[in-house]
């Protein structure tokens, strides 16, 4: 397993080691015993699984308040995605700044976002599966989140006028919006 550190404090991007031979590939994607001989001491308790049917769906920019924040781990099993975390923690050198990763299935990058941090994603592709942990459960009463094109935080999106749920179009902007 492969850990490299990025620009915001505590996200990291987590690189399985991949076993390939000529009926496919394998790898172990996540390891309690490998993240915790790693200081990644969490206890994920619940998997999320969600399709974005369409190229070009920009999802978020979601998180959970107090006291139900949520550290994520997440995977592209099919697709490709441009990945967007916002640091929303008053006291991080980095805050309201954001960083981009692009995730799919040949890659086999996962992205660690930490509690306080808001994330998002815009397909690149059709048809994109993503698979993610959560070390705490989701409560309805605790969704946040900040609009996805929001002046403040510019994120260089690929798609301009992206499909987007009646919930992310109606999000506060960054000002407007929850911080840690």
Known sequence: MEIINLQIPDVKIIIPQVFSDPRGSFQESYSQKRFSANSLNFDFIQDNYSITSNKGTVRGLHFQTEPMTQTKLIKVTRGTIFDVVVDLRKNSPTFKKHLIIELNSSNHKQLLIPKGCAHGFCSLSDDCHIL?????????????????????????????????????????????GYTF
Do not use: R
């Not at 994120?155 to 407007?176: G, H, M, R």
């Open 132 to 176: 993610y942990k959560v070390d705490n459960f989701y409560s309805p009463a605790h969704n946040a989140g900040i609009i996805w094109n929001d002046l403040t935080l510019n994120i260089p999106w690929p798609s301009k006028s992206p499909l987007l749920s009646e919930q992310d179009q109606l999000w506060p902007t960054f000002e407007n």
